[in-house]
């Protein structure tokens, strides 16, 4: 069985520039060893990275020995349910792909909370539109 994304589809990808998730597969996949519930594709911006920093998740400083050179905004990346849902009620909540959240964090997150923040980002710049 596939994993499923919070619209009930099959979980698309998330980030491979810089390369996301529980699993480093680029999707933001769950399973019983992902305590975190690393489920939520953010798109971070300037505002959710300072807000991660100031509750103790640094998601900016590179740590070269996990292959992590850090997140600058715009980056796609999986973000634990928990800390994107403390973001929100902040204030701070970074942007949402639907179609790359795992369906395991509406077990945390309200899917009303994630349409609020939800982007639609093509997959690549040959499926943007003219």
Known sequence: MSDRNVLGTPLELCGTDPVTGFYRDGCCSSGPEDLGSHTICAVVTAE????????????????????????????????????????????????????????????????????EHAVDVPSGPGNLED
């Open 48 to 115: 959710f990275l300072e807000h991660q920093l100031s509750i103790g998740n640094d998601l900016t400083t590179p740590m070269p020995q996990y292959g992590f050179l850090g997140l600058v905004p715009g980056d796609r990346w999986c973000v634990t349910a928990v800390n994107w849902l403390r973001a929100h009620h902040d204030g701070a909540a970074a942007y949402v792909v639907l179609a790359s959240t795992h369906e395991r964090a509406l077990e945390i997150v309200p899917l009303e909370a994630l349409r």
